[in-house]
T-cell receptor, first 112, second 115 residues
Framework: KQEVTQIPAALSVPEGENLVLNCSFT??????LQWFRQDPGKGLTSLLL?????REQTSGRLNASLDKSSGRSTLYIAASQPGDSATYLC???????????FGTGTRLTIIP | DAGVIQSPRHEVTEMGQEVTLRCKPI?????LFWYRQTMMRGLELLIY????????DSGMPEDRFSAKMPNASFSTLKIQPSEPRDSAVYFC?????????????FGPGTRLTVL
């Protein structure tokens, strides 16, 4: 079964620290992996999309890595800010499936 | 662009009533997705359309749920009759197509409460 897991479910970090969010998936045959941000009461905003042929993608203070063989991705946030507080979801597009399979997310709180 | 538009943003109804959720995708996008988000099950795909045609409705929980896309700029998700276990946030998303490189853009969601 194709599944996506995110651990931990919640994380609190002091402002200014660097942090890493984790995502794991059960099948290495993927088209791509995407990281989303969800603010309370809002929809999802796409942060980074990594194609299966790529190892990482960067956008500002965010860096996402992909290791297909181990079924893992990480989202690195540098110099965290209170505005980074949100739920971060990882989603995988498995080969043979046009759907996105989502993890349950990590709720991140940055403490001022 | 206004992004994906959903209405209503909040809906409270009583068990047994019919509920209709609406979505307007981003202009020019050919694919539209309906998701449901709950604490227990996370984000689940219910159905998606490509060029107004339903492609995969295997995520629709049961016959009480139906979705239509009469034209490229409008879709509805209907629940009849509604039950308390349908309470969730329902998201609509659109993308240019279903290619692996196409990013999905999400609407703000409709929070449904069935009493």
């Amino acid at each position: 079964k194709q599944e996506v897991t995110q651990i931990p479910a919640a994380l609190s970090v002091p402002e200014g620290e660097n942090l890493v969010l984790n995502c794991s998936f059960t099948d290495s045959a993927i088209y791509n992996l995407q990281w989303f941000r969800q603010d309370p009461g809002k929809g999802l905003t796409s942060l980074l999309l990594i194609q299966s042929s790529q190892r990482e993608q960067t956008s500002g203070r965010l860096n996402a890595s992909l290791d297909k063989s181990s079924g893992r991705s990480t989202l690195y946030i540098a110099a965290s800010q209170p505005g980074d507080s949100a739920t971060y979801l990882c989603a995988v597009r498995f080969i043979g499936n046009e759907k996105l399979t989502f993890g349950t997310g990590t709720r991140l709180t940055i403490i001022p | 662009d206004a992004g994906v538009i959903q209405s209503p943003r909040h809906e409270v109804t009583e068990m047994g009533q019919e509920v209709t959720l609406r979505c307007k995708p981003i202009s020019g996008h050919n694919s539209l997705f309906w998701y449901r988000q709950t604490m227990m099950r996370g984000l689940e795909l219910l159905i998606y359309f490509n060029n107004n045609v339903p492609i995969d409705d295997s995520g629709m929980p049961e016959d009480r749920f139906s979705a239509k896309m009469p034209n490229a700029s409008f879709s509805t998700l209907k629940i009849q009759p509604s039950e308390p276990r349908d309470s969730a946030v329902y998201f609509c998303a659109s993308s240019l197509g279903t290619s692996p490189t196409d990013t999905q853009y999400f609407g703000p969601g409709t929070r449904l409460t069935v009493l």
